[in-house]
């Protein structure tokens, strides 16, 4: 068996890549277009991609959320990267607010960390 502290570790390191990246895609198609062609990759990718990658991108935490959720952990984590997921979708997509993205990403960031923290177990006093 992993020590907890490893398992901690990991499961942090997997379930915030897809934060950091939907927090680094650019917001206008021209960028997308120009970062996807460094990749090789600009015929292939088109600015109709950009919406449903993100959506992919923000699901993968939030399910690392909800699963973890699921088994005993709380709600709460989860529905913290719930709002912070759809504000960042809604700051990146509808208003264009930078700010706002930044911010949904960190919170988001902040849900995972809550989710992987460690409980606490109450301890009885023998007196």
């Known amino acids: 068996m992993k020590p907890i502290n490893e398992r901690r570790a990991r499961s942090v390191g997997w379930s915030t890549v897809p934060v950091v990246l939907a927090t680094a895609l650019p917001k206008c198609p021209l960028c997308w277009?120009?970062?996807?062609?460094?990749?090789?990759l600009g015929s292939v990718v088109g600015s109709v991609w950009l919406r449903p990658l993100a959506v992919v991108?923000?699901?993968?935490?939030?399910?690392?959320?909800?699963?973890?959720?699921?088994s005993g952990r709380g709600y709460a984590p989860f529905m913290l990267g719930l709002v912070a997921a759809v504000s960042m979708?809604?700051?990146?997509?509808?208003?264009g607010y930078t700010p706002g993205v930044v911010l949904s990403g960190a919170v988001l960031f902040g849900a995972s960390l809550w989710n992987v923290w460690?409980?606490?177990t109450a301890t009885r006093c023998r007196c």
Request: glycine fraction near 6%; aromatic fraction near 12%.
């Open 89 to 95: 979708y809604f700051c990146k997509f509808q208003v």
């Open 118 to 120: 460690p409980k606490r």
């Open 33 to 40: 277009m120009g970062l996807m062609s460094l990749l090789g």
């Open 57 to 70: 991108l923000l699901l993968v935490p939030l399910a690392a959320l909800w699963m973890r959720a699921q």
